[in-house]
């Protein structure tokens, strides 16, 4: 989904429970509501208000990353789960290693 038909869903009155959050453009394109691509700076996140994340980092660099979670915290979104290149964190050790193996599967390089 993209950050503009997650805005015609929250205009329509509903809201997802949470969406993937891919810090990068992933190896393959979703055409799923709950994927949202975030590859630059300066896009409107307010969609995301309130929404569950699962954020996973396939990009290269910390600081974009850091500045879009950043955002995200201002929105208040709740963390699920993460995946970055140097580790995951999730509810519990076997939601970690998943959440990593899909950021490696996701990642471009």
Do not use: K
Request: aromatic content about 8%; glycine content about 8%.
């Amino acid at each position: 989904m993209s950050l503009e038909a997650l805005r015609q869903l929250r205009r329509s009155g509903r809201r997802p429970e949470c969406v993937f959050v891919f810090v990068g453009r992933p190896r393959y394109d979703y055409e799923s509501p709950a994927v949202v691509v975030i590859d630059r700076d300066g896009m409107d996140l307010r969609p995301l208000l309130g929404v569950g994340v699962y954020l996973i980092d396939v990009q290269s660099d910390p600081d974009f990353t850091l500045r879009v979670v950043a955002e995200l915290q201002a929105l208040q979104t709740t963390l699920r789960g993460g995946a970055v290149p140097f580790g995951a964190v999730g509810a519990d050790e076997s939601h970690e290693t998943s959440m990593q193996l899909f950021r490696m599967a996701m990642c471009p390089q």
